[in-house]
């Protein structure tokens, strides 16, 4: 493989491979269906079985995914297995209708859950996905975070080899399962029957030698007492040390970044006339690693510390806004910043079903999961400190300078030398079932269960700077006594000052390392999430109408969820400078509730109605928060031929607050606000609170439509199957938690609503007693934001012979592609909402690419397989906003289109494939990412789309017995 490490080299087998991109596009795909031999050849969207009776997600009543008038796509076993990929997470978000919002290798900066990999359904966010496991709820995940994280099923929980296949249903199904199930269901269906061992072991590198990847599991499953029982278990470890910072990467070296250009309207300075925003390389920080003087000081200003103290004029770059400049010295602000956090995973799964009759099974099954992230942090970052004159380590050259009227300046820093925090994140889930399954006697079938499971999450952060110490160790003076250097405030006799160690910040590298013990600290928090449910339902056909019988399903379910944050004192109190913040609460809630689906036929077998049937679905719920609430599925499916079905489903879907949405009690932050008051513009310093929980938040609702047909190739066109689905879906009344400067200007502009979240008091600066200022803000959780998305689902798949590879050759294809219309995302600040469809950076919440598809073609014998995958997406903005007032111009707003490509292998030995050498090429052309900047995190590409890692490689062996 050396000849792939030269670029220029590979131009070959890019003409080689531009024909399969060129097809991926056309046909919209991904490799999502469960791979066929040819004369089964199936749709995406209809599960194979092996005699046992298969009811696909989007309906308790139908048996195939051609029946249900919702969309429903299917990954097998086989897809995941092909892959080598350690969780079902990494294949959900090659689908095009998922984003990988929150997984490891997109949020390498989420500092609370960085091992975590959740399921976001049309980039509507993991909370507005349900996950379930064999058609049940479980125990979701819960990070110790005062809201901005939601709470949705974490995908670790899950041994890859014990799943038998993924439902994926790309419509609203609250009506069938309940809240949270607004953009759509992720079901997996777990083994039950298992005869034998299989064992699989592997292991993997990226072409830089990091990303290290190590996995080992097994399954095995045996029937006992003459087949009445079912025993299946299973257990899956595997870490991945991750990747560093950008500086690994050639595309990191570049240093591209967004910049604010503060110079575009001062005359005579590089940055003026230019747009307001540079997408440019080589940006860096502009904060200094020695520090840097930025106080107005004739002879000063500018100055940044040599590390013997000495100065000399900073090197600024040409343009620069907020803490970072194009050009300059320095290093990017994320320097030493993980892109992929370390990630370790061990998860055992195990069921056992038992036939006490012909008409009565019981089983248990459950598990139980840990995982856990490490992640490399940010240095300590100071925009603006201010020293006081007095300070001892003031060098002599800089004291020399300070005009005596002067009682302090400012400097900047970024302290690369104190090292970074990084964060330990363990989360452990035991959770179980235990459920009868029962006939009753012709068609009729039930079954009940009780399900507990226990979320237990655990964060510490190392050498996190604790704020109030570092102000502390910052203000030092000399001892006139013993002419040592001190903490002021430990001279002054201050209690919580006591061991402060005074702190130079004068040049890299010249504080003690006592000082930069007594800065940094250890913060954890934990938290506990249960979750208890119970359930029943019932599936029969109570009679026929002349087309065929009537199906019904009916069914209750009680559910109670508890969660419980602690935290330590600093953290407790917002006393770290960067993460670990988490304010202790606790809260709960419980919801009963029924549901009833119907499926009517109306013709069967006649000219023009192969089948016709309508479904309905209503459910009923009482939440002890928000009370009772309703959601509702009507749609119709029309099979005029044999393998042509046509459909249409209409539904209510309704997403009840999570216990953070309610009960979290936000951080307190104190800032300038300006306000209108009685008519005037005023601006006071207070006490703020926008990011807590409130009792009054509702649920969110959606309204849905899909319309669309799928083909089952019947006759001459048997193996060929595709789909195509029209979708929108609205959601209205969406959680969310809006900014200070938002709500004042909600307030400023007449909404008494937004005026009502603030206090008021006597304004002290006038001498009328009735004048008043406000002095207070607290704003909860709020239902203002909507979203409103529409675009179309396409699949294909298709299988046949080949004979001329050999014994048992054969040919299949399988894609799929999401285009999107429109993304319209209304924030609820008043402002009209945005379409943000094409967006593909990752700054704002609902950005979505126009189209993205994936498509896998395999081809293979008795003896061997080979797969190449090609996953597209589209060209498109950064921002969609970019351009469209003279205040937010850029310079360059395009985002190319990509193509990666995936080489997958299989040698197969032994009677029956029991022993398989697998290996896997990803990233085959090592495609750099797209400069996609996110300019909050100065983080460089948008890992939610695009790989970082580069060309890597995976080898690994199975044996079955």
């Not at 390498?108 to 909370?127: C, E, I, K, V, Y």
């Not at 559910?559 to 004192?569: G, Q």
């Not at 008519?679 to 006490?687: C, L």
């Not at 950076?841 to 950005?847: A, F």
Request: glycine share 12%; hydrophobic share 40%.
């Amino acid at each position: 493989m050396a000849f792939l490490d030269n670029r220029r080299s590979a131009t070959w087998l890019r003409r080689m491979l531009v024909t399969t991109a060129l097809t991926g596009v056309l046909a919209g795909g991904q490799a999502l269906a469960q791979a066929v031999e040819p004369e089964e050849a199936a749709p995406a969207e209809t599960p194979m079985t092996t005699g046992d009776e298969i009811v696909v997600t989007a309906s308790r009543t139908a048996t195939n995914g051609l029946q249900a008038p919702t969309p429903t796509q299917v990954i097998g076993a086989e897809t995941i297995e092909k892959q080598g990929v350690t969780t079902v997470m990494e294949v959900l978000n090659q689908n095009p209708a998922f984003k990988a919002t929150r997984s490891p290798g997109a949020n390498a900066t989420n500092t609370s859950s960085p091992a975590q990999a959740t399921a976001d359904l049309r980039a509507l966010g993991g909370q507005r996905t349900l996950v379930l496991v064999n058609q049940s709820r479980v125990v979701p995940f819960a990070p110790a975070s005062n809201l901005g994280v939601p709470t949705t099923t974490d995908l670790n929980l899950f041994p890859t080899l014990m799943i038998e296949r993924v439902d994926v249903v790309t419509g609203g199904a609250s009506a069938l399962y309940g809240s949270d199930a607004v953009s759509g269901v992720v079901n997996l269906i777990m083994k039950k029957r298992y005869e034998g061992v299989e064992i699989t072991g592997q292991a993997g590198i990226s072409q830089r030698a990091d990303y290290a990847t190590h996995r080992l599991g097994f399954i095995a499953g045996t029937g006992f007492n003459d087949d009445r029982g079912h025993v299946v278990l299973s257990a899956d470890y595997s870490n991945n040390d991750g990747m560093d910072d950008i500086y690994t990467r050639d595309w990191g070296r570049e240093e591209w970044m967004i910049v604010s250009n503060s110079q575009r309207t001062v005359a005579g300075t590089p940055g003026f006339g230019q747009p307001a925003f540079i997408l440019s390389p080589n940006v860096h920080n502009s904060l200094g690693a020695g520090g840097v003087i930025t106080s107005n000081i004739a002879g000063l200003a500018n100055m940044t510390f040599n590390p013997d103290g000495t100065i000399r004029p900073f090197q600024r770059g040409s343009i620069f806004g907020g803490q970072v400049m194009i050009g300059g010295e320095g290093e990017s602000i994320i320097k030493g910043v993980a892109q992929v956090p370390d990630v370790q995973r061990l998860t055992f799964y195990g069921s056992v079903y038992y036939d006490f009759s012909e008409s009565l099974t019981g089983y248990v099954e459950g598990g139980f999961s840990r995982s856990r992230g490490f992640l490399d942090g940010i240095a300590i970052r100071l925009a603006s400190q201010a020293i006081a004159r007095d300070n001892a380590f003031i060098p002599t050259q800089v004291r020399a300078l300070l005009p005596t009227a002067t009682a302090s300046f400012n400097i900047s820093r970024i302290a690369y030398d104190m090292g970074k925090n990084y964060y330990d994140i363990v989360n452990e889930t035991p959770h179980g079932t235990v459920g009868l399954e029962g006939k009753l006697g012709g068609s009729w079938k039930w079954d009940a269960h009780v399900s507990y499971g226990v979320n237990n999450y655990s964060a510490i952060t190392h050498d996190n700077p604790i704020s109030a110490n570092l102000a502390f160790a910052i203000d030092a003076v000399r001892d006139p006594v013993s002419g040592n250097v001190v903490c002021r405030a430990a001279l002054a006799g201050n209690p919580a000052a006591a061991g402060c160690q005074p702190l130079n910040l004068f040049g890299a590298g010249n504080f003690t390392a006592a000082a930069r013990d007594y800065v940094l600290g250890e913060g954890s928090s934990k938290v506990k999430y249960d979750q208890l449910t119970a359930a029943a339902n019932l599936v029969g056909e109570p009679f026929s109408t002349w087309a065929g019988p009537v199906s019904v399903a009916i069914g209750g379910e009680y559910r109670r969820e508890t969660e419980k944050l602690t935290a330590d004192a600093i953290g407790s109190a917002n006393g770290f400078l960067t993460a670990g913040n988490a304010v202790p609460y606790g809260g709960d809630f419980n919801v009963k509730e029924g549901y009833v689906e119907v499926t009517v036929p109306l013709a069967r077998d006649v000219p023009a109605l192969h089948s016709l049937s309508l479904n309905g679905a209503y459910r009923y719920a009482d939440y002890s928060t928000v009370g009772a609430q309703s959601a509702w599925k009507v749609g119709g499916t029309w099979e005029p031929i044999e393998g042509l079905n046509i459909r249409v489903a209409r539904s209510r879907d309704i997403r009840a607050p999570a216990i953070n949405e309610l009960y979290s009690p936000g951080s307190n932050v104190r800032n300038a606000v300006t306000l209108v008051v009685d008519g005037v513009n005023k601006t006071a310093n207070i006490p703020q609170n926008t990011s807590k929980g409130s009792l009054d938040v509702g649920p969110e609702y959606a309204n849905t439509l899909t319309a669309g047909l799928a083909y089952r190739g019947t006759g001459g066109l048997r193996g060929l199957g595709f789909s195509i689905d029209y979708y929108k879906i609205k959601i209205e009344d969406a959680i969310t938690n809006l900014s200070t400067a938002n709500i004042a200007s909600l307030c400023s502009s007449g909404d008494s609503y937004f005026c009502g979240l603030f206090s008021y008091g006597p304004d002290a600066s006038t001498a009328d007693p009735n004048d008043r200022i406000h002095t207070g803000l607290t704003a909860g959780s709020l239902n203002v934001g909507a979203f409103e998305q529409e675009g179309v689902d396409m699949t294909l798949s298709y299988a046949t012979s080949a004979g001329f590879l050999g014994e048992g050759g054969r040919y299949s294809i399988a894609a799929s592609g999401t285009y999107i219309l429109h993304a319209f995302v209304d924030s609820g600040t008043g402002a009209a909402p945005v379409d943000r469809a094409g967006e593909n950076g990752w700054t704002n919440l609902g950005s979505i690419p126009t189209f993205r598809g994936n498509l896998s073609q395999t081809i293979g014998t008795s003896g061997w397989e080979l797969s190449l995958q090609t996953i597209f997406i589209s060209k498109g903005v950064q921002d969609v906003t970019y351009n469209t007032l003279p205040t937010n111009t850029i310079n360059d707003n395009r985002v190319p289109t990509v193509a990666y490509f995936n080489l997958f292998g299989k040698i197969f030995a032994g009677g029956d494939r029991k022993f398989e050498l697998f290996w896997a090429i990803n990233n085959l052309l090592d495609k750099d990412p797209p400069p996609t900047p996110y300019t909050i995190l100065n983080f460089p590409t948008n890992g939610q789309y695009y790989d970082k890692v580069g060309r890597n490689f995976t080898i690994g062996a199975r044996a079955r017995f």
